[in-house]
């Protein structure tokens, strides 16, 4: 089941609690203990940031698939550490990101340190706003192989909230590659709780044994796999890289939003629950898909009211933090998530890289 370790970050005795979640989720992942210690290191650096400059925030730690999927092998998981904050924000991301550089009279080491240990690192920030970080740990340290094939090129991740800071999540994501072939899905378990996320949890297993075939036959491979749970609501997507085609079915009340080129689109699902109440036809929705695209898959967690912002239709970003910025900005420390709340989000590589 999607285990999620959400710390809420106020004091120091919190930064102890965000180590621990991190050598947790490291022994889910399967880190030995080096990795394991830098997964810890960098849970603490970044959850002491968290009280040195934006006076407490959230962390939260959980076991996903790397960014980038090779073609050839299965991808090892990796922890995941993200910080949420609705801070004052950096003003100077690079000189940030310089070891020795501090505001605070510390030795300034913390997000620099970060980057340099961490497989993947980003962060966004914007003054009187706040900072997402988002870093990575896999089993073994060091830049990504080298992909030239157009599937080589999209990268996806997601930020995972569980309602109330319960252990398991009732929503869950995966995506899969077979060729050219990249498919994102996002599964929301009827409710919440052990329930839930059981359901949703067996929509990733079928995910990866189906990611080959198109989103409606997705769909009814999911749909047979959740027979005996409470169901889900399923949103698949797929990118056929090699011809610049996007494919989607939708069952349920995942929201789904595509930008092209600045500007937003819905991709519309059809009512039901998948396991329990599924259409009898399914519906896929095919549109163009080109350097410049954004997907972003989101559970009703998310409020109704939210917009996307520009922030949100960065390419550049890593797609996790674009998650994490859209569930920091639709909420706030007056109005947390009212539900398990996910966000997946599907992008291409910037040409000159990540």
């Known amino acids: 089941m999607p285990r999620v370790w959400d710390v809420p970050v106020h004091d120091s005795t919190r930064v102890r ?44 730690i959980d076991v996903v698939p790397p960014a980038f999927l090779p073609a050839d092998r299965e991808a ?34 913390g997000l620099g340190t970060c980057a340099r240990l961490a497989d993947d690192f980003d962060l966004h920030s914007v003054p009187g706003r706040g900072t ?39 929503d869950a994501w995966a995506w899969g590659r077979e060729g050219d072939l990249v498919t994102l ?29 198109p989103p409606a036959e997705v769909v009814r491979r999911l749909d047979r796999a959740l027979s005996g749970t409470r169901g889900a609501a399923v949103a698949v997507a797929q990118v056929d890289a090699r011809v610049g085609v996007l494919r989607f ?57 939210w917009s996307p912002t520009s922030d949100t239709c960065r390419t550049a970003a890593d797609p996790a933090v674009t998650a994490a910025v859209t569930i920091r900005d639709a909420s706030s420390p007056a109005r947390p998530v009212r539900d398990d709340t996910a966000v997946a989000v599907l992008a291409p590589t910037p040409p000159d890289g990540p």
């Open 132 to 170: 997402v970080v988002v870093a990575r740990v896999g089993a073994v340290s060091g830049a990504r192989a080298v992909d030239s094939g157009p599937a080589g090129r999209l990268r996806a991740g997601a930020v995972n909230v569980p309602f109330g800071g319960a252990e398991y999540s009732g």
């Open 17 to 60: 609690d965000a180590r621990v979640a991190a050598e947790h989720a490291a022994a889910l992942a399967g880190l030995d203990e080096q990795r394991t210690s830098t997964a810890a290191l960098v849970a603490t650096e970044l959850a002491t940031n968290l009280l040195k400059h934006a006076g407490g925030g959230q962390v939260l």
């Open 185 to 213: 899905m996002l599964a929301d378990g009827l409710g919440h709780g052990p329930e839930a996320s059981r359901a949703s949890a067996a929509a990733v297993e079928a995910l990866r044994a189906s990611a080959g075939l």
């Open 249 to 305: 079915t939708g069952v349920g009340n995942i929201g789904a939003r595509l930008c092209e080129g600045g500007t937003w689109r819905h991709l519309v699902s059809r009512p039901g629950i998948v396991g329990t109440h599924r259409p009898t036809t399914l519906r896929e929705e095919e549109t163009a898909w080109a350097e410049d695209r954004v997907l972003v898959l989101h559970s009703d967690g998310l409020p109704s009211r």
């Open 76 to 109: 090892a998981p990796r922890v995941q550490v993200v910080t949420v904050d609705h801070g004052p924000g950096i003003s100077d991301v690079s000189a940030a990101l310089r070891d020795g550089f501090t505001t605070t009279g510390s030795l300034g080491a």
